[in-house]
């Protein structure tokens, strides 16, 4: 008893107060904090897109079918795609706009691919809270702008599908897809 | 703690004694929800909200466990499972309108109570805690009731999940990764069904948990009361049982009344007909809205239509979508600070002539609020809800301290006993009178 005392109170050639059993007291909790710490990793990414959600292969879309202003919806990991056929009046509409008088600011050329400028392939996701805007089907109401109209709270997108009024943030988002054939559009 | 006048546990039977002194459960019962609680005598009808919403919660607890042992979270099989419930399951129609209305009831139940605080300035010193981890509670309903509406995966639940899960992607920089997480993919899809369900079996028995520490931090001061002067002494008392377990029971039968009434005959009153459709995630339904309950916040999350922007320029410093959200979260966050902005040393409204004005304009402006988040988003609701949405941060953050500061309070009553007999001998003793 005496002796650990001792040998606790004073080390040979360390600081009078300062224990051996503070260093052990430290060491171990910290030991201790890592580990939890490291388990909460697979308990946190268990929660991040499983392997099989993130596979989700590729959406091949064939387009020949898409007469000149007409659009339909394709199926890209579970979401809708908007592909969108502009006529060149609606291509003109679009690139009349004045830029900075865009909340989001791009040209219909930077969302479309070179020399397929007629071509309009964005998410059907409404950049505000995920709902998917009306304006691809026939007798769909297209917004004030004659692109896209989100019902649920009023977002509008143009033709070049850029967000013009409403609470949206940001532009239909253009997913990253190829031309593998002139009519064949692979995205993903 | 309780008051020195409280009755004593004095168990006779032999084996209630043996069990006294190894588990003393029936003590505890006693000393908590029997008589040897001594609880004001004066409380009125709204002090009854609190055990109806316990017992909201054990109707949802009940019937929820037996839903999920009919029920199958796999987006493939969730919707016909819960019509499996509705047409096959015995009595599984009943289980399930009655856990769909009860949480219907649950939030009538837990508004009154809410409002009743409000009011009765139940919020203020010593009882400040007990209104946290009340507002605690109310956001685990909130998530709570949010995640079971996901479950029966029809129309309105995924596109519920898909807007409410959307709020986190309105975070600067992590949102979008964040949103990806919450859902474990990019639109709801098992995963997040899945956990979904996990969590909705999961959080009632949190919510029980804080609801035995907010009673627990109940019986430190004791019940508030109509006036809000503390309990002086034993003549401003009566036992909680058989007082006030009467009082609760014919309370319990009037909740009951009305609940039935809701469950038998109006089962699909507060529901969409939407949700009967099976979840298509390529199909929006033209008007969505989130469950009535929901409707203020909703309201006040799409107040905020344009961005907050330095005038003159595109320069934006906070986009419409984040206002809103952090807008919806504040509405409830604020209430956490509402023992503090409200000043005024009177507790109860009853004594509180301006207050009583400014409690009932708020509960106007949140029926308002109401109102137009359940009604499309479009003119002149828009319009309506952002002064609506304005007004209730005013009330809060400017009239509410204001009053407190500026308001004289018409005089209290020397003591509970008085102001239910006209005189209390107390008083008459005191040197002053």
């Given at each position: 008893m005496t002796q650990t005392e001792v040998a606790d109170g004073v080390e040979p050639g360390g600081q009078p107060g300062v224990r051996r059993r503070d260093f052990i007291e430290i060491a171990a909790v910290s030991a201790a904090g890592v580990g939890a710490l490291a388990v909460l990793v697979p308990l946190i990414s268990q929660?991040?897109?499983?392997a099989d959600v993130l596979a989700e292969a590729s959406t091949e879309v064939?387009?020949?079918?898409?007469?000149?202003g007409q659009a339909i919806k394709a199926v890209f990991r579970k979401q809708p795609v908007f592909v969108r056929h502009l006529t060149p009046a609606e291509i003109a509409e679009a690139d009349k706009v004045?830029?900075?008088?865009?909340?989001d600011p791009q040209t219909l050329e930077q969302r479309t691919k070179p020399g397929k400028t007629q071509w309009l392939i964005t998410?059907?996701?409404?950049?505000?809270?995920g709902c998917v805007p009306l304006g691809?089907?026939?007798?769909e109401p297209k917004g004030e702008f004659g692109g896209y109209f989100c019902p649920c709270h009023g977002s509008q997108y143009d033709?070049?599908?850029?967000?013009?009024?409403?609470?949206?943030?940001?532009?239909l988002q253009v997913p990253d897809y190829v031309f593998?054939?002139?009519t064949v559009v692979k995205i993903g | 703690m309780s008051f020195p006048w409280a009755k004593h546990y004095q168990p006779t039977h032999p084996a209630m004694v043996w069990l006294d002194e190894r588990l003393p459960l029936p003590r505890f019962v006693y000393n908590s929800v029997g008589a040897g609680f001594p609880v004001p005598?004066?409380?009125?009808?709204?002090?009854?909200f609190g055990v109806l919403a316990g017992f909201c919660l054990m109707v949802q607890i009940v019937t929820g466990v037996i839903l999920a042992m009919h029920?199958?979270?796999?987006?493939?099989v969730a919707f016909s499972s819960t019509e499996h419930i509705m047409r096959?399951?015995?009595w599984g129609w009943m289980l399930r309108y009655g856990h769909a209305n009860g949480a219907s009831a649950f939030f009538v139940v837990v508004y009154a109570h809410i409002f009743r605080g409000l009011y009765f300035g139940s919020y203020k010193a010593p009882r400040e805690m007990i209104w946290l981890l009340g507002v605690v509670i109310f956001l685990l309903m909130m998530a709570t009731a949010f995640m079971g509406y996901v479950l029966p995966w029809g129309q309105m639940s995924f596109w519920g999940a898909q807007v409410i899960t959307g709020l986190?992607?309105?975070?600067?920089?992590l949102g979008d990764a964040l949103h990806t997480w919450l859902l474990g993919g990019?639109?709801?899809d098992n995963a997040a069904l899945n956990r979904f369900f996990s969590l909705h079996f999961l959080l009632p028995f949190v919510i029980l948990g804080v609801v035995i520490l907010h009673i627990w931090a109940l019986h430190i001061p004791g019940s508030s009361n109509p006036t809000g002067v503390e309990v002086k002494?034993?003549?401003d008392t009566v036992p909680f049982h058989p007082y006030y377990t009467a009082k609760d029971g014919f309370g319990l039968a009037v909740f009951l009344f009305f609940y039935c009434g809701l469950l038998f005959?109006?089962?699909?009153?507060?529901?969409?007909?939407?949700?009967?459709i099976t979840a298509n995630p390529l199909q929006t339904p033209a008007h969505i809205v989130p469950e009535w309950y929901f409707w203020p916040f909703y309201a006040i999350l799409r107040a905020f239509t344009s961005d907050l922007a330095i005038?003159?320029?595109?320069?934006?410093?906070?986009p419409a979508k984040l206002l809103g959200v952090l807008a919806m979260f504040s509405s409830i966050l604020v209430w956490f600070a509402l023992p503090w902005l409200d000043?005024?040393?009177?507790?109860?409204?009853?004594?509180?002539p301006t207050f009583r004005k400014a409690y009932w304009a708020l509960v106007v402006d949140v029926v308002i609020l109401g109102y137009c988040g359940g009604s499309p988003a479009e003119e002149p609701f828009v319009m309506i809800s952002q002064l609506a949405a304005a007004y209730y941060f005013l009330h809060f953050f400017i009239i509410l301290p204001l009053i407190s500061l500026v308001e004289t309070p018409q005089p209290l009553p020397f003591s509970i006993t008085e102001s239910v007999l006209g005189r209390d001998e107390h008083a008459t003793l005191a040197p002053a009178e």
């Open positions: 929660m991040a897109p499983s064939d387009i020949s079918a898409i007469a000149v004045p830029l900075e008088s865009l909340r998410m059907g996701v409404c950049t505000h809270l691809t089907g026939q007798g033709t070049a599908a850029r967000i013009r009024k409403g609470p949206a943030p940001k532009n593998s054939s002139p | 005598r004066n409380l009125n009808y709204m002090w009854n029920y199958a979270a796999n987006t493939d096959d399951v015995n986190f992607s309105a975070i600067p920089l990019f639109a709801p002494s034993e003549s005959f109006f089962p699909n009153a507060l529901g969409h007909p939407d949700n009967y005038p003159f320029t595109h320069i934006v410093l906070v000043t005024s040393p009177v507790r109860s409204g009853h004594y509180r």
